[in-house]
């Protein structure tokens, strides 16, 4: 049975700081390119960062570069996202979700998809 | 960036009948390896997004035949054979191409 399951949402003050995380089971965590992804209220989806399966890689939208840090621990089968000097318009529900992987080939492969439900993030004085 | 324009943004459809979204990508989405990276999410009310097809025209597991995808360079359609009511919610063309990667605006379906 496949989970994933964010957490460490909440209110927060602008300029403060929270950090996200996510726990997956069911699939073979370290294998898997893994991604942020957030929907302010009433919005479309908008990416926010991505890292390799082994760590050793990370994307930030330029919304979030110098302010956010993502980061994972695969023995923990767990992606953290570091969220600091918050914004309001940083106000969203932020998913954790699994992307692809390179098979033994190097060739990409994005066969399955496995999303969390999601935790809120309001930026708020 | 990657520019993602979906039409219809509102779509207003009868039960039984076909829907269709278009895509469109403000430069072409064939990367080096040859492959288009263009996937179609739906969100219901209340739910996380969830994939139904990826590289244009692979449907996901468990997704109703109903769903079909399709297109090439930077035209692409989601289309619906026949909507019934558990297809309500907003859709979503995404490019994971070029970074940072893009998704479209949304597309409302609804029941008339």
């Known amino acids: 049975q496949v989970q994933v399951v964010e957490s460490g949402g909440g209110l927060v003050k602008p300029g403060g700081s929270l950090r996200l995380s996510c726990v997956a089971s069911?699939?073979?965590?370290?294998?898997?390119?893994m991604k942020w992804i957030r929907q302010a209220p009433g919005k479309g989806l908008e990416w926010v960062s991505y890292m390799t399966g082994s760590g050793a890689n990370m994307y930030y939208a330029d919304s979030v570069q110098g302010r956010f840090t993502i980061s994972r621990d695969n023995a923990k089968n767990s992606l953290y996202l570091q969220m600091n000097s918050l914004r309001d318009e940083d106000t969203a529900v932020y998913f954790c979700a699994s992307m692809g992987k390179y098979d033994n080939e190097k060739n990409w492969i994005e066969d399955v998809q496995h999303w969390g439900q999601g935790t809120l993030v309001t930026v708020s004085s | 960036d990657v520019v993602m324009t979906q039409s219809p943004l509102s779509l207003p459809v009868t039960l039984g009948q076909p829907a269709s979204i278009s895509c469109r990508s403000s430069?072409?989405?064939?990367?080096?390896?040859?492959?288009?990276?263009l996937s179609w999410f739906q969100q219901r009310p209340g739910q996380s997004p969830r994939r139904l097809t990826y590289?244009?025209?692979n449907r996901d597991s468990g997704v109703p035949d109903r769903f079909s995808g399709s297109g090439s360079g930077t035209d692409f359609t989601l289309k619906i054979s026949r909507v019934e009511a558990e297809d309500v919610g907003v859709y979503y063309c995404m490019q994971s191409t070029r970074w940072p990667f893009t998704f479209g605006q949304g597309t409302k379906l609804e029941i008339k």
């Open positions: 069911g699939f073979t965590f370290s294998d898997y390119h």
């Open positions: 590289k244009v025209s």
């Open positions: 430069e072409s989405l064939v990367w080096s390896d040859g492959n288009i990276y």
